[in-house]
């Protein structure tokens, strides 16, 4: 009988773990769509990024209450998902808290698990009503209602059963132990493990027959761990694939200065030519170097951002804090950076089950980034000032790609706002954006 359970966790294992790799090459898939970019240079600091910002969460604490309480919810998913492995090991061989044999280091482990997993339930509750009941502005925005708000409480409530189940097991398993009950009491009589707050929870369980109890203690057991395994492949449909992406996102985060925007390659040649007095403009290519097609100037969808920008899409937590921090949301207008990679990030699953419908081929479906899902006043309502880009916890840059699906307007379709088209109509033919020629600059001197 004690196999059939092993080789049924073996199989229920497989099928989540498995399906959970299904997902990831998927994702991989999709960001891989992106165009490609080079962002292997000045590795060190590279590391230095990804340990200080999603290892050490030195953004989050910016704002002390959410981000203090974000950094209990992540320390405690990072420390007590260790005792997962030993639940694996259990689940296999058909032990009982197999790594005992630590005898007062593992005490002091379970004891911590328990205390972090108290410190969740308070952080995720205090989350909850946050989120539902405090009328928190960033929280109310347009983008997230319907799924984005049911998603961001489904974790919430994940949260909550895996640490009640977590600590129920214990408790159950404390009884058991106090019992003498076969499988769970150790040779010596003495409790295996620290139980500081389930056994708060352990008197619950009182007149309760040994029998009853291993019931309880094994459904905890089982729950929980299918729980973690429900949870793992849920990531994947959840804004919380953060918990993965955070750590290649900051790795690959642009380290160029905020205010530094990259040139397009194609332009910066066509300008060097123009700028050699040597060159000849009119020549033939040399004999065997191939024509570059140029390409498209700018991104109207996902395909035209490169892969990092992709990614980004899939890392936004979507806790609004550039949103937050937008002058142009913080006045009114439409824009709102976060919106921008939550559009991105939906257009791109778009294109991604477009692509599985049709057996691995992308057909046309007359739909694009731009318009579709942004439109061109979101757009030009940015004022660059790298204010989203500053405030994200994991280093993601909406500003790029609203300046790429800029570039595409101006550059492709020549459909820049009137303004903006007279003072770059004024730069190429009087040298200032003003409308007077350079000769007339001065007279204003004679006005008085």
Sequence with gaps: MQYVQNIIFLIVLVLGVGFFVKN?????????????????????????NMAKIALGQYKMVKRPVSGILHVVVYVGFIIINIEVLEIIIDGLFGTHRIFSFLGGLYDFLIGSFEILAFLVLVAVIIFWLRRNVMNIKRFLSPELKGWPKSDGNIILYFEVVLMGLFLTMNAADLQLQMMGADHYASADGSITGAFPISSFIAPLFDGMSISALVIVERAAWWIHIVGILIFLNYLYYSKHLHILLAFPNTWYAKLKPQGEFDNLKAVTDEVMLMMDPDADPFAAPAEGT?????????????????????????????????????????????????KIMMDTRDRLEEVGKNIDENNGVFVMDNKQLLDDYITKEELWACTTCNACVEACP?????????????????????AAPTDLNNAMTNIENNGAPWPFNQMDRGNWINEA
């Design 394 to 414: 994991i280093g993601i840059d909406p500003l790029s790609i609203i300046v790429d699906m800029r570039r595409y307007m101006v550059m492709e379709e020549s």
């Design 290 to 338: 191939e024509e570059v097609e140029v390409g498209k100037f700018g991104a109207s969808d996902v395909t035209d951002l490169n892969w990092v920008q992709l990614m980004n899409s899939y890392s936004c937590t979507e806790c609004g804090r550039c949103t937050s921090e937008c002058p142009a949301n913080q006045t009114g207008k439409k824009l709102s950076p976060r």
């Design 24 to 48: 990831i090459k998927k994702l991989l898939r999709n960001i891989n769509l992106g165009k490609d970019v080079d962002r292997s240079d000045n590795k060190p600091k590279r590391w230095r």
